[in-house]
């Protein structure tokens, strides 16, 4: 006979637990105490089993005779229930595990050993800080959970606050984290690939460079007065000789520098292209680097903070210098070198673009075109970096510099 929902309230306890039969295996268990728990009895692959379905009145008689026909039908599939209950509840607790932090941590530690494509370390901590912007929205939230809406009203919140690169940028890294956890049978599509033009676009902005010859040498002479930090006036030195990106100096150690060689070699993983980029060392450039070992030794970064010698120096520092000299940020930065280097070495006509793209290590899309390039123009660049730093000291000194013949060197 089935059971009753009256029939269940009137039951009374009694000194040892004893069961009230319900259908097709449903039953509930009264114990000494009062409680009363739904089990099914059944059986497969020829032994006795049993199932658990919670207590009553939580789970009502109707949920608990949905409960029991789900196990049948799983039953008539020759599935266990039993078994498929405790998968279910790992993969429950393997999604709850699998928030969007703890994969976007997962994520950046992959990035960080990516073979050719590393995430340089530079790039590395700017990646991790902008998705840790996250946190404190979705970053908690199963990443199975969260809907396109969860993931714009997150990135909005960077957006109102002004910084709408960094926006940009956090969606960018947002949807690699999802597409990674697609890629890992974590998720099944990325909740923000229809975000795209959701957010405001920010205003392209260059860096700020000189590159002006008649005002180079301006800059150079303001360098050479500079009053700061000794270890930030030999990194302005040397930053317009070898015109490599910001980090790339900050980062140089000394064991990359090879002064018989006249060769800085910077690693792969240091490099924005994940190739290692080989620096032909002018005079000048030697003798401002031999200035700087003779007080700091052979070891370590050759630029190491002020704080602490196993550190590099910092971001800002080449920036804030450039300030206190009286530079604003749209007139001269620690990346304008590069342009500076690149507009005056192009506008000569003297180089190769090649050799200049080379020395700029600038990234070449035509996989041929690049291996080739990797030992191509080597004495043209050497020329070139002496050339160049000896075009530096003829400004500094207040030299005319007429203008370039635009004769490409044979």
Known sequence: MSLTDIAIRRAKTRDKPYKLYDELGLFLVISPSGSRLWRMKFRHGGSEKKLSFGAYPQVSLRDARKLRDDARDLLAEGKDPALERRRDKLRAGTLAENTFTSIANEYCR??????DRAWAPATAA?????????????????????????????????????KLESARRTLQLAGAVFRYAVATARLRSDPTRDLRGALTAPTVTHY?????????????RAIDGYEGLGMTKWALQLAPHVFVRPGELRHARWDEINFEAALWTIPAEKMKMRKPHHVPLSRQSIAILQEIQSITGSSGYVFPSMRSRTRPMSENTLNAALRRLGYAS?????HG?????????????????????????????????????RGAHWKERVAMAQWWSDLLDSLRSGATVLPFPGVMAG
Do not use: Q
Not at 110 to 115: H, S
Not at 208 to 220: F, N, P
């Open 337 to 373: 070198f590069r342009a500076m280097a690149s507009t005056l070495l192009n506008e000569s006509g003297k180089w190769s673009p090649d050799a200049i793209e080379r020395a700029l290590a600038h990234g070449d899309s035509d996989k041929v075109r690049a291996a080739y390039h």
């Open 208 to 220: 700020g460079a000189i590159t002006d010859a008649s005002e180079v040498g301006d800059l150079l």
């Open 330 to 334: 749209n007139e001269m930065t620690g």
């Open 126 to 162: 700017r990646c991790e800080y902008l998705l840790s912007l996250l946190d404190n929205s979705i970053g908690k939230m199963p990443i199975h959970e969260i809907e396109p809406i969860d993931a714009l009203a997150a990135i909005r919140k960077i957006e109102k606050r002004g």
């Open 110 to 115: 992959k990035r960080r050993r990516d073979g």
